[in-house]
C-alpha cells in the first residue's frame, strides 16, 4: 500500500498500515456518515424514535472503534483540545442531575443522554477521521448528500401537496422544506453542507472538471437557502461568504478566486430568477427593516425575559433542556402558541447551563478556531486543510444562525455541527498505548 501525501509530500503517518485496519476505519467512517445522514432525513431527528436511533448509533460507532482497536491488539487515541470543555460539560449536567438542581429533572437526563451522544460523535469524528484520505472521502459525501437533499427540496416545493416526502402531513403546521418541518432548520443543514463543494471547487486538489462539478453542486446546494426564504439562514449564508472571501483574499490570485465566488453569486441570481418562488422577494425585502416583523419582536422579547431567569440562576442554570418547562412563568407577553425554545442558542445555554456552561461553551468555540485556523495555511493544495476550511465555514454559518433561532436544539443539525468541529480541530497529537500482553 502506498502512503497518503500530505502537504510538501510528506507520507501521513497516520494512514492505517494493514488490511484489518482499512476494514475498521472504512466501517467507522461509512457508519458516521450514514448516522449524520439519517438525522436530515428523519425529519430532523426531532421524534422521540429517531433521536433514539440517533443515541443507539453513536454508541454502536463507539463500540465499533473499541472492537477494531482491540482486535488490532493496541488502543490509539487521537487528542483533541476540544475533549476538555466537552468532559467539563459532562461533568456539569451530572452536577445539576445528582445535586436535583434541574427544575425539571427528567428532562434534563433526557437532553444529557442526547448531548452524550454528541459527545461521542465528536470522539469518534476525531479518531476515525485523523486520516487525510477519509477526510476528504467524508468531504464528497457531504457534498454529495446535500447535492442530492437539496434537489429533492426543490422539487418537493414546486411540486407539493403540503406534506413532507408527499406523505407525511405537516401536523405542527410549520413552514415545511425538504425534510424538515421549519424552513429555518433546512437552511442551518445547508449552511453546514454548502462550504464543501465551495471550497474543493476553489482548491487545486481536483482537476478543473471536477471542480465545476463541486461549483454546480455548491450552487444548487447555496440556492436552497434563498428558496427555503429563511432570513436567518439568508444572513448566515452572508456571513459564510465573508469569511471565505477574507481567506481567499490572503492566498494566492486572491482577486481570480474572489471573481470566481462572485460569479457563483451572480449564478444563484440568475437561478432564483428562473426559479421565481412566490413570496422570495417580499422576504428579501423585509431584511431592510428586521424589527418591523412580529417574530423579531417576540425574539426580542423572549430574550429580555431571559435576564430575570438567569439573575435567579447564575452559575449553574436552571438545568439542560428545561426552557420550555421554566419560561411561562417569566413570559412578559400573550402568545397562542407554546414557546418551548429561547430561539436564540446562546441565550437557551446561558439559561439552561448558567455562567458555567456559557464559559464552557465559549472556550469550546474559540479552541474550534484557533486550532482550525493553525491548519489551513496550504488549504488549496492539502486535502487535509480543505476539509478544515470546509468545516470551519460551516460552524460560522450555523452558530451565526444561531443567534436568531434553535438549530442547535434540532439533533440532526446539532450532530453535524459537534461532527464539524472535530473535523476542524483534528490534527492533535497523535497517542499510541500498547494492550499489556500484545
Not at 475498521?24 to 449524520?36: P, Y
Not at 437533499?149 to 416526502?165: C, D, H, L, P, T
Not at 425538504?178 to 482537476?207: C, D, I, Q
Request: hydrophobic letters at 55%; a positive charge.
Amino acid at each position: 500500500m502506498q502512503p497518503t501525501l500530505i502537504a510538501g509530500g510528506v507520507p501521513d503517518p497516520t494512514e492505517p498500515v494493514t488490511r484489518t485496519e482499512q476494514l475498521f476505519k472504512m466501517a467507522l467512517a461509512a457508519g458516521l456518515c450514514l448516522l449524520l445522514a439519517f438525522g436530515p432525513l428523519a425529519f430532523g431527528a426531532v421524534d422521540e424514535w429517531a433521536i433514539c436511533v440517533l443515541e443507539l448509533g453513536a454508541a454502536l460507532l463507539l463500540m465499533i472503534w473499541v472492537a477494531g482497536e482491540i482486535a488490532l491488539g493496541r488502543f490509539e487515541i487521537t487528542s483533541n483540545p476540544l475533549f476538555v470543555p466537552a468532559l467539563l460539560f459532562v461533568c456539569l449536567i451530572a452536577t445539576q442531575l445528582l445535586l436535583k438542581l434541574s427544575a425539571y429533572w427528567y428532562a434534563t437526563w433526557q437532553k444529557g443522554l442526547l448531548w452524550s451522544a454528541f459527545g461521542i460523535l465528536l470522539f469518534v469524528t476525531t479518531q476515525c477521521l485523523r486520516q487525510a484520505v477519509w477526510r476528504k472521502n467524508v468531504g464528497v459525501f457531504f457534498t454529495a448528500f446535500g447535492f442530492i437533499v437539496a434537489v429533492f427540496a426543490i422539487v418537493q416545493q414546486f411540486m407539493s401537496n403540503g406534506k413532507i416526502y408527499w406523505v407525511m402531513p405537516n401536523q405542527n403546521g410549520g413552514w415545511i422544506y425538504g425534510p424538515y418541518v421549519n424552513h429555518a432548520h433546512y437552511a442551518g443543514l445547508m449552511e453546514m453542507l454548502v462550504p464543501f463543494p465551495l471550497v474543493f471547487a476553489m482548491t487545486h486538489s481536483w482537476r478543473k472538471p471536477v471542480r465545476v462539478l463541486f461549483g454546480f453542486a455548491a450552487l444548487i446546494m447555496a440556492s436552497t437557502i434563498f428558496l427555503s426564504q429563511s432570513l436567518g439562514g439568508m444572513l448566515a449564508f452572508g456571513g459564510e461568504m465573508l469569511l471565505f472571501s477574507a481567506l481567499l483574499a490572503r492566498g494566492p490570485r486572491a482577486r481570480q478566486s474572489l471573481v470566481r465566488l462572485a460569479v457563483l453569486g451572480i449564478f444563484v441570481v440568475v437561478l432564483l430568477s428562473v426559479l421565481r418562488p412566490v413570496g422570495l422577494i417580499e422576504r428579501l425585502t423585509s431584511l431592510k427593516s428586521p424589527g418591523d416583523k412580529a417574530d423579531v419582536g417576540m425574539r426580542m422579547a423572549i430574550v429580555k425575559d431571559s435576564l430575570p431567569m438567569v439573575r435567579q440562576r447564575p452559575l449553574l442554570g436552571w438545568g439542560l433542556g428545561t426552557f420550555s418547562t421554566v419560561y411561562p412563568s417569566f413570559r412578559s407577553f400573550y402568545s397562542k402558541f407554546e414557546v418551548n425554545e429561547a430561539h436564540n442558542d446562546f441565550v437557551q445555554l446561558l439559561l439552561e447551563t448558567g455562567l458555567a456552561g456559557f464559559a464552557l461553551m465559549v472556550v469550546f468555540l474559540v479552541l474550534v478556531y484557533r486550532s482550525g485556523m493553525r491548519s489551513i495555511e496550504h488549504w488549496r493544495r492539502d486535502p487535509r486543510a480543505s476539509v478544515t476550511v470546509a468545516a470551519l465555514i460551516g460552524c460560522t454559518g450555523l452558530l451565526v444562525h444561531s443567534l436568531s433561532d434553535f438549530n442547535m436544539q434540532i439533533p440532526a443539525n446539532a450532530a453535524l455541527f459537534f461532527a464539524l468541529t472535530a473535523i476542524a480541530t483534528t490534527g492533535g497529537t497523535f497517542v499510541r498505548y500498547r494492550l499489556s500482553g500484545r
